[in-house]
């Protein structure tokens, strides 16, 4: 237990940011976190990066 607010604040941010990098997608191209996400008519998945279109499944 921390022995401040502060401390908690600290690992509140901390685990914000585990959490952020968990659940977002990254172009493994260029980096970008602008990721969009595409559904096909067959029901397949893809993934198009918005800052650099690349494309990938």
Known sequence: MPASILGEVDDL?????????????????????????????????SYVCTACGHSWS
């Not at 952020?20 to 602008?34: K, Q, V, Y």
């Open 13 to 45: 941010s901390e685990s914000e940011v585990i959490r952020d990098r968990i659940t977002r997608l990254d172009c493994p191209s260029c980096g970008s976190a602008h990721v969009a996400l595409l559904f096909g008519d067959s029901g397949g998945i």
